[in-house]
């Protein structure tokens, strides 16, 4: 009888070859960390990095996101809650 193949159960990504370009921004340098400890994120990361906000607000949104992973109940593990935050500390207005 054969036994079915095992998830992975590591948390990194095994990829090579797409890396964080050279030139990147501070947000897009959080962002890559968190979706390379964590793949089940990428969504969420996703969501963040294609807000409408200036590079301020994304750092602000992308870190307040990562700081809230591991702590349970913050408001911020939410990516929609993090840019929300995100506006009001940095200014930010998305436009229409």
Same mark, same amino acid.
């Given at each position: 009888m054969a036994t079915p193949a095992k998830r992975s159960t590591t948390k990194r990504s095994?990829?090579?070859?797409?890396g964080l370009p050279e030139n990147?921004?501070?947000? %897009?340098a959080v962002a890559y960390a968190i979706a390379e400890e964590y793949n089940d994120l990428?969504?969420? =990361?996703?969501?963040?990095?294609?807000a409408d906000l200036? %590079?301020?607000g994304k750092l602000h949104a992308i870190t307040l996101f990562r700081d809230s992973? /591991? =702590?349970? /109940?913050?408001?911020?593990?939410?990516?929609?809650?993090a840019i929300e935050a995100a506006i009001v500390l940095d200014g930010d207005r998305?436009? %229409?």
């Open positions: 095994s990829s090579k070859g797409s990147h921004t501070a947000s %897009e990428k969504p969420s =990361v996703d969501r963040i990095m294609n200036s %590079e301020s992973l /591991g =702590v349970p /109940g913050d408001p911020n593990r939410n990516p929609a809650t998305p436009t %229409e």
